[in-house]
């Protein structure tokens, strides 16, 4: 699976349409992710 790491980059302010990027690829997925992972922090009490 690819995996890609945005840095310090808002999800909205990415230009989705660059081909570089997964099709399919979007903020809503990228905020998803975020979410998971806070959880999973969050459970592990960091």
Not at 16 to 44: H, T, W, Y
Request: no cysteine.
């Amino acid at each position: 699976m690819t995996r890609i790491l945005f840095v310090g980059q808002k999800p909205g302010t990415v230009d989705f349409s660059d081909p570089a990027l997964p099709p399919g690829f979007d903020a809503a997925k990228i905020n998803a992710g975020i979410a998971v992972a806070v959880d999973k922090i969050a459970e592990r009490g960091w």
